[in-house]
């Protein structure tokens, strides 16, 4: 990824074929890591995998708000009001969305603490380490790449997606809250149209960046980990220490 200095953002109210390219822009470099998805490889789900995945929303919306804040702070230093803005409104609309993850898990009938201690998905862990790395970078302008990523991807998640997962799920149980949040039924779509309109107020140096953070994002997400998934058995018995009585 490039690291340069920081610029100054133009002033204008963008139109919408400022918006337009911006979102081609992006949209083509989330897309250029499809290739490396493996449907194949992914194990059917299952209520034990599913827990699985809800200890990784949990590790990735636990962390967003406090990095973005950090990242709302660095902008100001540096004068990059849009940018600063930004990251300070959707902090604000990404708190507590950790919680959710943590009701989720106690419906299923674990001890959501101690799952999310012991629980830490490979995919879910870097994608939370390269956040960090981005708000610390010299330019933390990378951050607004990974923001647009996850929840562009989000956006793909609709309704029977979320019916899939609620099909495989004791009957009665409401675990699909986060993901209900963090899908095309949620806020996800509102925020992506926001930070479109924030980046087409930005220098094309700096619309390039993002696009680079937007493409590393999506490769963390869909290249596989190289031990593959964990079995249904190998999760049960990290999970089981975990069960409510």
């Known amino acids: ?10 002033p204008y109210r963008p139109g919408d074929s400022d918006v337009a ?8 470099a989330v897309a250029s890591a499809f290739p490396h998805a493996r449907p194949a490889e992914v194990p059917p789900l299952t209520a034990t ?3 699985f995945r809800l200890a990784g929303l949990y590790h990735l919306t636990h962390s967003t708000p406090a990095l973005l804040e950090l990242a709302a702070e660095r902008f100001a230093a540096a004068g990059r009001k849009i940018l600063a803005g930004w990251a300070r409104e959707r902090a604000r609309e990404e ?14 009938g674990y001890d959501p603490v101690r799952v999310v201690e012991r629980v830490r998905p490979a995919t879910a862990m870097r994608m939370v380490e390269y956040f960090e790395r981005s708000v610390l970078a010299f330019d933390p302008i990378g951050c607004v790449g990974y923001a ?6 989000a956006m793909t998640v609709r309704e029977p997606d979320i019916r899939a997962v609620e099909s495989v799920l004791p009957p009665g149980t409401r675990a699909t809250r986060c993901l209900r949040v963090h899908s095309a039924a ?11 309109v924030a980046v087409a107020r930005l220098t094309l ?3 390039t960046r993002i696009a680079e953070a937007a493409r590393d994002t999506a490769l963390l ?11 249904d058995a190998a999760i049960a018995e990290l999970l089981a220490p975990c069960r409510l009585h």
Request: with cysteine; net charge negative; glycine share 6%.
């Open 95 to 108: 708190s507590n969305h950790d919680l959710l993850a943590l009701r989720d898990l106690r419906d299923l």
């Open 186 to 196: 949620g806020s996800d779509g509102d925020h992506v149209a926001d930070t479109l």
């Open 205 to 207: 140096g700096e619309r």
């Open 148 to 153: 647009y990523t996850v929840e562009r991807l």
């Open 21 to 28: 390219r911006v979102r081609n822009l992006l949209d083509r």
């Open 1 to 10: 990824m490039l690291n340069a200095t920081p610029t100054t953002t133009t």
């Open 221 to 231: 997400c869909f290249t596989p980990d190289p031990a593959g998934p964990p079995s």
């Open 49 to 51: 995998r599913w827990a």
